[in-house]
């Protein structure tokens, strides 16, 4: 069975008429947006926030209607997938390079519902290296920060290249020995000078939809 496209499509649920909907990024959401994309053309009215370019386009192609900060005033949901999420609904985001957009509309919606195969679900956060974006100037210094901190950062590269984010950063992919103290780490990495935004999303996902044992779609709230 396709996983992602259970847990993905089963977050349009969420969805209603006349809704801003913030449009996360990766393979999960992908069938989100198919989906939304199908109900769009069935006659649903909403207006989309994308997270990044990848997601702007598909909307595009899919038709459905996109807004940007300036044209809302709020926004009601955002859907968006995960790296890993633990008990209580703590995430790591950014696999995709896109936490920083990802952040700001998780921050700025009333709901944010986390879609995420049971393939995601960890007891303690941190077996997945946490993405955190840097600004290119100085990066060989704001490394050396996050190892001061613990942290083992490995610049990611496409092709050779550093891999730059929509907003034109780095990423530095970095494991830690610990993550036991998720909601410290997070603010720590954000002092660092350099540092734009981590992908440690604590505390900010009010819906977790994954499949149960039976491969069913299953819901949890915040606690
Ligand atoms: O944070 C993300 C992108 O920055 C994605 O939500 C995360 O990487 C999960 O992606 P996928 O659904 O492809 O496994």
Redesign the pocket.
């Known amino acids: 069975m396709n996983e ?1 496209k259970a847990v993905g499509e089963k977050a349009t649920e969420f969805v209603k008429d006349g809704m801003v909907v913030g449009l ?7 069938y989100t947006l198919l989906k939304l994309g199908q109900l769009v053309k069935e006659g649903l009215s909403i207006q989309g926030i994308p ?2 370019i990848q997601t702007a386009e598909l909307a595009k192609e899919l038709n459905i209607p996109l807004a940007g900060f300036k044209e809302i005033e709020k926004i009601d949901l955002a859907i ?4 890993e999420v633990d008990e209580n609904l703590n995430l790591i ?7 920083l957009r ?1 952040k700001i509309i998780a921050k700025a919606a009333n709901q944010f519902i986390v ?3 049971p393939s ?1 679900m960890v007891k303690t956060l941190g077996s997945f290296p946490l ?1 955190v974006e840097i600004v290119p100037f100085g990066a060989e210094m704001t490394e050396k920060h996050l190892r001061e901190l613990g942290g083992s950062p490995a610049l990611r590269r496409v092709n050779g290249e550093p891999f730059r984010t929509d907003n034109g950063h780095f990423i530095l992919d970095c494991i830690f020995p610990s993550l036991a103290q998720p909601q410290e780490l997070e603010v720590s990495l954000n002092k660092i000078p350099g540092v734009v935004e981590n ?1 440690l999303f604590i505390g900010m996902a009010d819906v977790l939809i994954t499949l149960n044992s039976d491969h069913q779609p299953i819901l949890y709230r915040k606690k």
Do not use: I, Q
Not at 24 to 30: A, D, V
Not at 80 to 83: L, N, S, T, W, Y
Not at 93 to 99: C, N, R, T
């Open positions: 992602k996360g990024t990766g393979s999960t959401m992908f997270t990044s968006d997938g995960a790296d985001k950014g696999g995709g390079g896109a936490l990802e879609v995420a195969d995601k993405p992908g």
